[in-house]
Nanobody, 126 residues
Framework: QVHLVESGGGLVQVGGSLTLSCAAS????????MAWFRQAPGKEREFVAV????????YYADSVKDRFTISRDNAKDTVDLQMSSLKPDDTAVYYC???????????????????WGPGTQVTVSS
């Protein structure tokens, strides 16, 4: 059982940086695959980034590759998403998600994940 809460969202200018954090509670956080998704107004929820339970493997959506970095600190039960060179298209509600198995099968599918946070708003203005 895992509960997730995102924080760190806000309003930033184009080209700026922002770091989101996901705080997890519950048992065996380190055994969960963790991911970030986002949903922009009028669009479907889309995959952003994923990290394996031990932090050995990461994957990113093409739209954020080389701009975003996902990391986790199992000792603190947190998962971060460092965002830089932000664009207006990055504007969305960002969600933290967890899967209760330590593998990356179908990592980009939202249906894979057992737990979700309530989301945090990121707005990039020009």
């Amino acid at each position: 059982q895992v509960h997730l809460v995102e924080s760190g969202g806000g309003l930033v200018q184009v080209g700026g940086s922002l770091t989101l954090s996901c705080a997890a509670s519950g048992r065996r956080f380190s055994q969960h695959t963790m991911a970030w998704f986002r949903q922009a107004p009028g669009k479907e929820r889309e995959f952003v980034a994923v990290i394996s339970w031990a932090g050995m493997m990461t994957y990113y959506a093409d739209s954020v590759k080389d701009r975003f970095t996902i990391s986790r600190d199992n000792a603190k039960d947190t998962v971060d998403l460092q965002m830089s060179s932000l664009k207006p298209d990055d504007t969305a509600v960002y969600y933290c998600a967890a899967h209760a198995k330590p593998n990356l099968n179908n990592y980009a599918s939202s249906d894979r994940y057992n737990y979700w946070g309530p989301g945090t708003q990121v707005t990039v203005s020009s």
